[in-house]
T-cell receptor, first 114, second 110 residues
Framework: SQTIHQWPATLVQPVGSPLSLECTVE??????LYWYRQAAGRGLQLLFY??????ISSEVPQNLSASRPQDRQFILSSKKLLLSDSGFYLC?????????????FGDGTRLSIL | GEDVEQSLFLSVREGDSSVINCTYT??????LYWYKQEPGAGLQLLTY?????DMKQDQRLTVLLNKKDKHLSLRIADTQTGDSAIYFC??????????FGRGTSLIVHP
């Protein structure tokens, strides 16, 4: 069966520090991968998605970047964190090959910026 | 683009049925999903329905789709305190990126 892992689960970082959140998927090949942010208002904001290695699409201009160095690895990064980067970050995957496949989410990373 | 709307809160008594409603705007949406999010956790896929179906039942969960009105509902029978969570509706058309509603917080009272 397929599993998705995100780490760390919780992170507290000072303003201006760098960030690296990692997500890996097991049990499937060539997945679509996604990064979301969930703010206190509960809505999900799509940040990045990827349909293959090195292919990243950005949905919202911001202080963050994403990379996909391997087929089942998705990394969310920042060079300098802002207070507004606080939130709950969720990684998700779906089967590639046509639309309408459901997304499957990781357990999330709670990021607090001080 | 697609817009998905849900009421923000629903409060029910334990043992009663819960009905969570959702509306979407894009008539070409072909897959509609329900997710559950418990505190501090990710979203868990509960069920989904194709647009050519009117109803789907899975144990205590019943999904009803009114395609004409673009209205989706999730009914939870015999609601338990463990069902307390945020429930998200999502709609997907030809894209592989669904549009999510803001979530309905279900509060179950003993």
């Amino acid at each position: 069966s397929q599993t998705i892992h995100q780490w760390p689960a919780t992170l507290v970082q000072p303003v201006g520090s760098p960030l690296s959140l990692e997500c890996t998927v097991e049990g499937t090949s060539n997945p679509n991968l996604y990064w979301y942010r969930q703010a206190a208002g509960r809505g999900l904001q799509l940040l990045f998605y990827s349909v293959g290695i090195g292919q990243i699409s950005s949905e919202v201009p911001q202080n963050l970047s994403a990379s996909r160095p391997q087929d089942r690895q998705f990394i969310l990064s920042s060079k300098k964190l802002l207070l507004s980067d606080s939130g709950f970050y969720l990684c998700a995957w779906s089967v590639r090959g046509g639309g309408n496949q459901p997304q499957h989410f990781g357990d999330g990373t709670r990021l607090s910026i001080l | 683009g697609e817009d998905v709307e849900q009421s923000l809160f629903l409060s029910v008594r334990e043992g009663d049925s819960s009905v969570i409603n959702c509306t979407y705007t894009d008539s070409s949406s072909t897959y509609l999903y329900w997710y559950k999010q418990e505190p501090g956790a990710g979203l868990q896929l509960l069920t989904y329905i194709f647009s050519n179906m009117d109803m789907k039942q899975d144990q205590r969960l019943t999904v009803l789709l009114n395609k004409k009105d673009k209205h989706l509902s999730l009914r939870i029978a015999d609601t338990q305190t463990g069902d307390s969570a945020i429930y998200f509706c999502a709609a997907s058309g030809g894209s592989y990126i669904p549009t999510f509603g803001r979530g309905t917080s279900l509060i179950v009272h003993p």
